[in-house]
T-cell receptor, first 115, second 110 residues
Framework: NAGVTQTPKFQVLKTGQSMTLQCAQD?????MSWYRQDPGMGLRLIHY???????DQGEVPNGYNVSRSTTEDFPLRLLSAAPSQTSVYFC??????????????FGEGSRLTVL | SQQGEEDPQALSIQEGENATMNCSYK?????LQWYRQNSGRGLVHLIL?????REKHSGRLRVTLDTSKKSSSLLITASRAADTASYFC??????????FGQGTELSVKP
């Protein structure tokens, strides 16, 4: 099993550009989520999904869209990139329905810079 | 707003010493988890303690939970240089929102 795979690992965007961060897991996990990590802010929840076709907002959803058409994939879309979205993005999955009764499995992160 | 807040923000100790990190949270929880993050890597799950548990052990790790004080502590005994990492607590109260604290940066010097 590859676990949680995030692509790309590094990306530089210009303000106003859009892009999609990909996340795929091969563990048949129901729960998937996206976090951003900024210095001094810890990890903040952007969006999460408790199953295919179900998504919900986290703490900082503005400027991001998600969809969950399959169990395996949970892409994060930046609609119009802003410098404030410069961050490291982590995707995580869990075998439990809400991600809270068991461990989260994290990807290695996607480092995004918006100029 | 952050649910969990770790204390201290940074901790530097010598190999062989014990390291204690604390986490405080604001609202009732179902469970609390601790994660480790090595520099430049993703987070790795260490241990989960449920709201009806007071203490849990895993190898050199000991976690306590005091729901009356809304706080938890992570103790790493006989620390090693390889324990150098950031440590995060995470709390969940239902519905899928697992909220992380800001983390404690631990440095273990050989």
């Amino acid at each position: 099993n590859a676990g949680v795979t995030q692509t790309p690992k590094f990306q530089v965007l210009k303000t106003g550009q859009s892009m999609t961060l990909q996340c795929a897991q091969d563990m048949n996990h129901e729960y998937m989520s996206w976090y951003r990590q900024d210095p001094g802010m810890g990890l903040r929840l952007i969006h999460y999904s408790v199953g295919a076709g179900i998504t919900d907002q986290g703490e900082v959803p503005n400027g991001y869209n998600v969809s969950r058409s399959t169990t395996e994939d949970f892409p994060l879309r930046l609609l119009s990139a802003a410098p404030s979205q410069t961050s490291v993005y982590f995707c995580a999955s869990s075998p439990t329905s809400t991600g809270q009764e068991g461990e989260l499995f994290f990807g290695e992160g996607s480092r995004l810079t918006v100029l | 707003s952050q649910q969990g807040e770790e204390d201290p923000q940074a901790l530097s100790i010598q190999e062989g010493e014990n390291a204690t990190m604390n986490c405080s949270y604001k609202t009732s929880i179902n469970n609390l988890q601790w994660y480790r993050q090595n520099s430049g890597r993703g987070l790795v799950h260490l241990i989960l303690i449920r709201s009806n548990e007071r203490e849990k052990h895993s190898g050199r790790l000991r976690v306590t939970l005091d729901t009356s004080k809304k706080s938890s502590s992570l103790l790493i005994t006989a620390s090693r240089a390889a324990d150098t990492a950031s440590y995060f607590c995470a709390t969940g109260k239902g519905g899928g929102k697992l909220i992380f604290g800001q983390g404690t940066e631990l440095s273990v010097k050989p």
